[in-house]
Structure formats: C-alpha cells, structure tokens
C-alpha cells in the first residue's frame, strides 16, 4: 500500500542519536538570528543534570531528552529550529568536565570544538560571550564567578555554569569521568532534519502546541510507576 501512495516526503527527515553524535553534526550546529537567547534558570539545569545522574545510576541504556529540529541554511549549516536550551546546557556540561579533567580534556574538547571551529554558535548577541568562556578551555570556573553583565542571557549563563559547579562539583574525578562518558553515550534525543525553515516552523509548532498537556498529576504518576519495581499487575492495580 505504501507503494500505491508514496514513501516518506522528501525535505524531513528524524532519527535518533546520542548528544555527542548530535554536537558532531558535519557543518556544525547554530542558533539562527530569530531564535530567543539562552532562558533557562538554575531550576532547568539543576532538573537535567539529576534527571541524567539518576538514570547513570541505575545503569539505564539511555537517558531520553525530547526531540530537537534542525534546518540546513544556504550556508549549509545547521540552524536549530528546536533544541538550543538543552544544547547550549550539555556542552556546558561538558567543558566543565573538561576543566575538571585535564587528562580527559582533549577528548571531550572535540565535542565541543571541531577544530578552531565551535560545534555550537550561538546567536550573535552571545556567541563570542560563549565560545570565550565555553568553548575555550580552562573558563568555566571564571563563567561561574562572573560578575552580572546587565545582559539577562548572558546572566543565565554565569548561572547555569554556577549550578552545574554546584551539582557536580562534590563528584570524585573518577565518578565525574563516568558519569561524563555515560552521558555522551546514552543522553539520546530525536533529531528532526528539515530542508525548509517554514517546514521546520511547522514541526516545531505540531510538536509543542497540539495534543492535550500532561498534568502534574499525570508526570509524577508516570515517574512513580517507573522507578517504583512493582511488576505489571502491581502496577496496573
């Protein structure tokens, strides 16, 4: 029957990959100029790096972050139509650990920088701000004790670098480095490629705004059932 009315559309494309084979995209990642500057508060980063640590403890095969979109631009990079907030907050996970781990730095540096080229630009607003105390090696302690610029997006970010030091920062090197290694191998998301910036416009609105929202009810509900070891009759009791 699929043949009578055709394959899967030209132009979209999805597939699963884990971040360090998103951050590794050929082309590089940027978020374009219409995009919104980095929003999330110390409350979002804290969330994911616990919700990363819990699923690294009890040895979980992946670790499911949502869906990003991606659309190729004229230049043939990828701008990131969906995705940038969690982006932007795992390689700053990781330069930390970088820092953290001389001896492992080079290897998480290439997640980050592919070559003088950042994997990640930000909007222009904050791009050098981030690759100068990101990207770059050796600054994300100097991030965390930045004094407040009067720029909210780049205040969000000496934020984000102060939780995730505060998060992790108790870890032993050796704990840090796998916790680290488990996470670029199994923090996994749906990446959806479009050829067309309506057409991702489009993804992006379908996937954010139709269907019924969960409630707070219904999420804990669902976590509680998960971890909680009961066997499928328990649960459905």
């Known amino acids: 029957m699929a043949g009578v009315f055709g394959e899967t559309p030209l132009g979209l494309s999805s597939r699963i990959l884990n971040i360090a084979g998103v951050l590794t995209r050929q082309g590089g990642l ?3 100029r219409y995009q919104r500057p980095y929003t999330w508060t110390e409350r979002e980063v804290r969330e994911l790096i616990q919700d990363l640590w819990r699923a690294y403890k009890r040895e979980a095969a992946f670790y499911f972050i949502g869906q990003i979109v991606l659309v190729k631009n004229r230049h043939g990079q990828l701008e990131i139509s969906d995705g940038q907030q969690r982006l932007s907050t795992l390689s700053m996970i ?113 996937l954010n705004k139709r269907g019924s929202p969960l409630s707070g009810a219904d999420i804990i509900k669902s976590d509680l059932l998960e971890n909680s070891g009961l066997s499928d009759a328990e649960a459905d009791e």
């Open 30 to 32: 940027k978020v374009p």
């Open 94 to 206: 990781i330069a930390y650990v970088r820092d953290r781990l001389p001896a492992r730095a080079g290897q998480y540096q290439t997640l980050i920088m592919d070559g003088e080229r950042p994997r990640l630009v930000l909007r222009d607003e904050d791009a050098n701000f981030y690759r100068g105390f990101v990207q770059e090696p050796g600054n994300m302690a100097a991030l965390a004790a930045h004094t407040e610029t009067g720029i909210e997006s780049k205040d969000l970010l000496c934020a984000a670098a102060r939780t995730i030091a505060a998060e992790m920062g108790e870890l032993q090197d050796g704990e840090l480095d796998r916790f680290m290694s488990y996470v670029a191998r199994a923090c996994t998301l749906n990446v959806v490629d479009a050829d067309e910036r309506g057409c991702a416009q489009t993804v992006f609105n379908t």
